[in-house]
């Protein structure tokens, strides 16, 4: 049984560094193929992909936030940490990680339950 | 402003269909296999309901059915349910240099 769920700070000042933990079970990055990817969807708006990283490290970003973006794994530990750089305002929004079960398939089978970042001085 | 078009809401009555579509560009929708569908209930995590198009994940009904004729995927429910009520979004792998880009969402609302 595939499980995620994201951890981080609820509130974060502007211009700050936000980082997300996800932690999983149920699979392994280090089995070949296997992907987590990160998903923002800000209060009653779209989802907005953000970044994924894949077993063999592959990491893929957002071309509007690839500056601000770094996603990391720690394979022992069943976590992929995100960060995201200078947060503004705009950048409030429930991220949710998610399983990606193929390399080369760009679709999220199980996603965690998402938590709310406030961005606000 | 999402890369891929969908109507904002629709609607219809229990026992009818609907089809949601999800407009790209020959760029993403139009060039890969790659379209995926995804049911959002109000405070919800989205829920995975259509893959690669077309393909169904074990566990999803199958009044649920995906397609795509150029750069226009859709999806369509049949036989509409109450739980039907949701948001839905698709997504689209867009190639190396963009890779994963969503649709604006669709409001269903069941009658």
């Known amino acids: 049984q595939i499980t995620l769920k994201e951890s981080g700070p609820t509130l974060v000042k502007p211009t700050q560094t936000l980082t997300l933990t996800c932690t999983f079970s149920g699979f392994s990055l280090s089995t070949s193929g296997v992907g987590v990817g990160w998903i923002r969807q800000p209060p009653g708006k779209a989802l907005e992909w953000l970044a994924l990283?894949?077993?063999?490290?592959?990491?893929r970003y957002s071309p509007s936030l690839k500056s601000r973006l770094t996603i990391t794994k720690d394979t022992s530990k069943n976590q992929v940490v995100l960060t995201m750089t200078n947060m503004d305002p705009v950048d409030t929004a429930t991220y949710y990680c998610?399983?990606?079960?193929?390399?080369?398939?760009?679709?999220?089978?199980?996603w965690g339950q998402g938590t709310l970042v406030t961005v606000s001085s | 402003q999402s890369a891929l078009t969908q109507p904002a809401s629709v609607s219809g009555s229990p026992g009818q269909s609907i089809t949601i579509s999800c407009t790209g560009t020959s760029s993403d929708v139009g060039s890969y296999n790659l379209v995926s569908w995804y049911q959002q209930h109000p405070g919800k995590a989205p829920k995975l309901m259509i893959y690669e198009v077309s393909k169904r994940p074990s566990g999803v009904s199958n009044r649920f059915s995906g397609s795509k004729s150029g750069n226009t995927a859709s999806l369509t429910i049949s036989g509409l349910q109450a739980e039907d009520e949701a948001d839905y979004y698709c997504?689209?792998?867009?190639?190396?240099?963009?890779?994963?880009?969503f649709g604006g969402g669709t409001k269903l609302t069941v009658l």
């Open positions: 997504c689209s792998y867009a190639g190396s240099s963009t890779d994963v880009v």
């Open positions: 998610a399983h990606i079960p193929e390399f080369g398939e760009f679709y999220f089978d199980y």
């Open positions: 990283i894949y077993w063999n490290d592959d990491k």
